[in-house]
């Protein structure tokens, strides 16, 4: 079990429902390049539910969309004393991510379980045997990220993985004055990997210091802080609980604002061929 750094800080919704004196307007948008969804959106009537899953609710904040982001799903969970599932995930071909934001689960991954606190980081294969529990009196809020892995002949699947941001020391980006730095669960290099799962941080006037522009899509979910993104021509003011979601080749870039670290959880998809259409 590892223990998280009490400096950390991880943004978890509580869900509520305003009364009728909050004003409708918000931050929200969606637009043909990228989305955003405050942590004001995360109420009570919003929430799904999923088979085989107990005294559990969550928040969809992606999911596939033609003609947008279409490789992955994000969801926030939250599971209940006593909850959880013996069944997870219905799909064999589906790898996952589970990054714990507030409470303590227990996951049995291959066999072996392990307790799963604030920070805490695990990467499921496809096809994998795992439960996961809430046996605490506290509910337990984590994030899970399902992408449909993308085999590769003469590639072996990806082991499980299971450990905790506290334990890993950030990777610092070069020409940054130690201001912008990636927190990697798993190598880079590492071919079996078609999706990666990272914390990126960001001092308070750190910046990425031009408009990203690529092929792979995101989710980014605001950790702790606040900044300025700059996407598709728009400057956009977020913080912490906030979520932006990226369709491939979205210009991206930030300011991170202060007085504390600017910190997000980001998906990206990686290391494969781009799909070419089929013809008759």
Not at 100 to 118: F, I, P, R, S, Y
């Amino acid at each position: 079990m590892s223990t998280a750094n009490p400096a950390r800080s991880y943004y978890a919704p509580r869900g509520g429902h305003p009364d009728q004196k909050v004003m409708t307007t918000d931050r929200a948008m969606f637009t043909e390049a990228f989305a955003v969804i405050p942590k004001g959106v995360y109420r009570d009537i919003v929430t799904s539910k999923l088979p085989h899953w107990h005294n559990t609710r969550l928040w969809v904040l992606s999911r596939p969309l033609s003609g947008f982001a279409e490789t992955f799903s994000q969801y926030i969970m939250e599971v209940g004393p006593e909850g959880g599932s013996e069944r997870p995930e219905p799909n064999p071909d589906a790898e996952g991510v589970l990054f714990v934001v507030e409470g303590e689960l227990e996951l049995t991954l291959a066999g072996k379980t392990h307790t799963m606190v604030a920070g805490g980081y695990a990467f499921i294969p496809p096809g994998s045997d795992w439960q996961l529990f809430n046996r605490s009196s506290e509910p337990v809020r984590f994030h899970w990220v399902r992408k449909a892995y993308e085999r590769v002949e003469g590639i072996d699947l990806p082991e499980p993985i299971v450990t905790n941001e506290n334990d890993i020391e950030p990777t610092v980006m070069p020409d940054c004055n130690e201001v912008w730095a990636t927190t990697r669960f798993v190598d880079p290099d590492d071919m079996r990997h078609d999706m990666h799962v990272t914390v990126v941080t960001f001092q308070p006037g750190g910046v990425i210091p031009f408009d990203e522009t690529h092929v792979m899509e995101h989710g980014l979910y605001v950790l702790e802080g606040k900044a300025v993104y700059h996407l598709n021509q728009q400057w956009v003011e977020v913080e912490a609980g906030d979520y932006m979601w990226l369709r491939a080749f979205c210009p991206q870039a930030c300011y991170a604002g202060g007085p504390g670290p600017f910190r997000y959880l980001l998906y990206k998809d990686v290391n494969r061929h781009m799909k070419l259409p089929t013809l008759d």
